[in-house]
């Protein structure tokens, strides 16, 4: 008897830990949403010229964002991240802002069909930054 209940338990811890670790990030991600609350304010990002991509692989990411039909307005970023559950953790080592590079960005995910759903607060006292952002994004590979 007490075998059997071992090994239901261990059964049951096993199903729950592959759950957990079941959720696919790696791809390629085209933002379709964002919010930014800051100071008890929403901004929503336009998107509608705007083209953000995200691209992730096993150990690293990298984001690029370029305003369409303009040169002048691209920037881009990466570095490596953690998985955890849902607790996906950025870590920003190739960006040209010196004040957030080697930062670690916190964020809760959740895969809805083909959406990504990324919420964190971005905290950096040496650049100001104190919010909380949501991002969506669709795979589109």
Not at 2 to 26: P, T
Not at 43 to 58: E, G, S, V, Y
Not at 95 to 109: A, D, G, L, Y
Request: glycine letters at 8%; charged letters at 25%; aromatic letters at 12%.
């Amino acid at each position: 008897m007490k075998g059997s209940i071992l090994i239901i338990l261990a059964l049951f811890y096993f199903s729950c830990k592959k759950k957990a670790s079941e959720i696919s990030i790696s791809g390629t991600w085209k933002m379709v949403y964002a919010e930014i609350i800051e100071n008890d304010s929403i901004k929503i990002k336009d998107l509608k010229n705007t083209a953000f991509i995200k691209i992730i692989n096993d150990s690293h990411f990298a984001f690029f964002n370029q305003e369409i039909n303009k040169s002048d307005r691209f920037y881009g970023g990466g570095g490596t991240y953690s998985l955890v559950g849902n607790d996906y953790v950025e870590t920003l080592s190739f960006t040209s802002v010196e004040n957030i590079r080697n930062h670690k960005f916190p964020f809760k995910i959740q895969m809805k069909g083909d959406t990504l759903i990324q919420t964190g607060l971005e905290q950096i006292k040496e650049a100001g930054i104190n919010r909380i952002i949501t991002e969506k994004y669709i795979k589109i590979n």
